[in-house]
């Protein structure tokens, strides 16, 4: 008997109505006689709205008082999973809800952002074999010294993925609110198709390149166990969506570049230290008080000045702007800096592909294109699979559309 | 009956004694009941005694007579495969030498640096059928013209793994030097370890950031047609050598940071345009320019000046920095730029693994090892599977040394 994991989202399970309409499709599923096993989210906006709750209780909560958040966020599932399993068993299937201690989904100790450390599916195991839809709630684990833990962004996908991997499953479905994975914004790039399949490092780069659909953690415990993972609409019957699986290419030509798709992250900022001492030591005082204030760097680009003194430039989350300027400024002062200036309303666009790798015209092609569409870039980043730009937000669309057409992307064979 | 392929660079068949070690390595395989594709390099330094041959006749043989090139160098492969061809039959199997053009192996048109489309392996799956060992001469191909092309870097390699991925062969086999692939060069990081596999996408960005066993164009095929490569000693009969395939990562923890290993390219070079007006215009010319110019630039980084104007950054191969610096200061000069300056002697010193997306803390981490190392870093590079560090060449060692040692990759499980 094959096994499949189904994950429905906040938006899927968000009224009655579409609950009982996600019994009816995994009772479907069980009739086609598959094992199945099903992840919630809490309905609709129920976590913001406990958090919400929680603000107005205590004011600072998720610092102050972690775990009890954790407590409070998990009931969120708790509602979902048993109304779930109750309109299954309505269905005519038998159906039981695990929670994610009772489905030994085992994480480290951070509370609001967890890392699963393994799952010991044994449970799960059991209630499959009594031919029971396991219904388990995503986004929680519990700690090995028994907290109740949540797993922070993505957690409903990854706990999807991780049981799909453990479980050994042929399949793990993510419903969504969208047909798959699209080659760029459709709602920006009116060409834009969706992709029938796509490679998981594409789709991790994708992902952490701005791509709401999954988050890149889900799909590289994914890449890890070589679980195929579909992507599609939990509002449609008709669709294939799109599958993230291991690629194998089998199209002509044998080398060269195999582009996939585009994807967008507004609410960039670019924070400059000028006037550094040329020395490692100031530059590695910033990185270390950023890690410290658990401030993600995107990049980080040191710049020798002809007068012998050096800058320093990072990519940020804008909502971290305000601390990493604070950081920026108290260092700069402290070893000599001459100032700290941002640049804020940026939006990275990133061109994801495989074979850049010595391709020379690459950069020139995707400049010439944006530079006919009247895009300025503020900074470039690069790797063997992606080409990311910086520029200003209001410039995403035509920023999007020329690249789309600078590279063919929406002429592709998948 | 599963077919291997096994690929001899030109050390492996450097002398008649060699060739005839080879010769019986091909024959065991047979003997296990493996049909066998062997490709071969020219001989030793056949090719620069053969490049050093046409300078002597010709001031500038690659570039006016890309086609004679050519047709001089794919002699090397000749000369290797007919005697290879030789010793196995004295070792009594049957075995047939193959060109380019008799394996079929159709190139686009580019002399010098052409690249595969696609291989049609009938005659090769005749001869199999045949029970003869087939001998495929590296490196060189022909153009759908019918013209003969060689395949530029790493070519020989690309033509092996081309063919395994073809032919479905079970496993590519690279004979090369060396052990393996290893953590860190071992000749500079004295705890360095060999690997027993690594996935194609980390090996693919370890190539590309200067492991020199692989080609990266080799891995990319690999890793397009899942295509397992292992890379062993040809100098040693007791030894597993590296795996290259599709890791399923099946160890705890499930989430998290997973390290490969260090690569390091010297001769980089940075090169500086001061003072550009702030336009897309001047950064998109300077890079046509480099394209046209076939100059391959590795990172590209605008910044903006407090006084409106913009720098650009780029880093090359120390080899093209007389054309680069002609054609940026050509350029700077036209667009009313301020100055060009470079740096050169830099080493690009990669850390490769997966799981970066998201890890605030690895940029300190390093920057603290490289600190207290007294490593200076005149640029970084990242990617959600690499992180480079550009270095001067002189501090190389300390910085694999330390970076090897801040991330454990002397401790890892494979």
């Known amino acids: 008997m094959t096994l499949v994991v189904q994950k429905f989202g906040g938006t899927s399970v968000g009224s009655p109505e579409r609950i009982r309409a996600v019994a009816r499709r995994v009772c479907d599923a069980k009739g086609h006689g598959h094992d199945v096993v099903v992840v919630v989210s809490a309905m609709g906006h129920t976590t913001d709205e406990l958090v919400t709750l929680a603000a107005q209780v205590t004011p600072d909560a998720r610092?102050?008082?972690?775990?009890?958040?954790d407590m409070?966020?998990?009931?969120?599932?708790?509602?979902?999973?048993?109304?779930l399993a109750m309109a299954i068993r309505d269905c005519g299937s038998e159906a039981i809800s695990l929670t994610g201690s009772q489905a030994a989904i085992i994480t480290d100790n951070t509370h609001m952002g967890a890392r699963i450390l393994e799952v010991r599916a044994d449970r799960i195991r059991e209630e499959i074999a009594h031919q029971r839809i396991v219904i388990v709630a995503g986004f929680q684990g519990i700690s090995r010294s028994k907290e109740v833990t949540?797993?922070?962004?993505?957690?409903?996908?990854?706990?999807?993925?991780?049981?799909?991997?453990?479980?050994?499953?042929?399949?793990?479905?993510i419903f969504t609110d969208v047909e798959g994975i699209f080659t760029a914004d459709p709602r920006r790039v009116p060409d834009a198709r969706v992709l029938r399949e796509v490679d998981y490092d594409d789709m991790v780069e994708l992902a952490?390149?701005?791509a709401q659909v999954m988050h890149p953690r889900a799909v590289e415990i994914g890449a890890r166990y070589n679980v195929p993972i579909r992507v599609l609409s939990s509002f449609r019957n008709d669709e294939h969506g799109t599958l993230i699986?291991?690629?194998?290419?089998?199209?002509?030509?044998?080398?060269?570049?195999?582009?996939?798709?585009?994807?967008?992250?507004?609410?960039q900022a670019k924070v400059t230290v000028r006037g550094l001492p040329p020395s490692m030591e100031a530059m590695t005082k910033i990185m270390s008080?950023?890690?410290?204030a658990t401030v993600s760097v995107d990049t980080l680009t040191p710049a020798d000045r002809p007068d012998g003194r050096r800058e320093v430039q990072v990519t940020i989350h804008e909502a971290d702007?305000?601390?990493?300027?604070?950081?920026?400024?108290r260092l700069s002062k402290e070893m000599g800096g001459e100032s700290v200036d941002s640049k804020t309303g940026l939006t990275k666009v990133t061109l994801v592909g495989s074979g850049m790798t010595g391709m020379p015209g690459v950069y020139a092609r995707a400049l010439e294109a944006l530079l006919a569409a009247g895009v300025d870039v503020h900074g470039i980043g690069t790797s063997s699979v992606s080409i990311s730009f910086l520029v200003d937000a209001g410039k995403e669309d035509q920023t999007l559309q020329s690249l789309h057409a600078a590279f063919d992307l929406g002429k592709g064979s998948t």
Do not use: F, K
């Open 245 to 267: 699986l291991r690629r194998t290419r089998t199209m002509a030509p044998m080398e060269g570049l195999v582009l996939t798709g585009l994807a967008s992250a507004a609410g």
């Open 289 to 292: 008080a950023l890690a410290a």
């Open 321 to 329: 702007l305000p601390q990493a300027t604070e950081i920026c400024e």
């Open 72 to 83: 409070l966020l998990t009931s969120g599932e708790r509602i979902a999973m048993a109304l």
């Open 150 to 173: 949540t797993l922070g962004r993505g957690g409903s996908d990854t706990t999807a993925v991780a049981l799909a991997a453990v479980l050994d499953a042929e399949r793990c479905d």
């Open 208 to 210: 952490s390149s701005g």
């Open 63 to 69: 610092r102050s008082h972690p775990r009890e958040m």
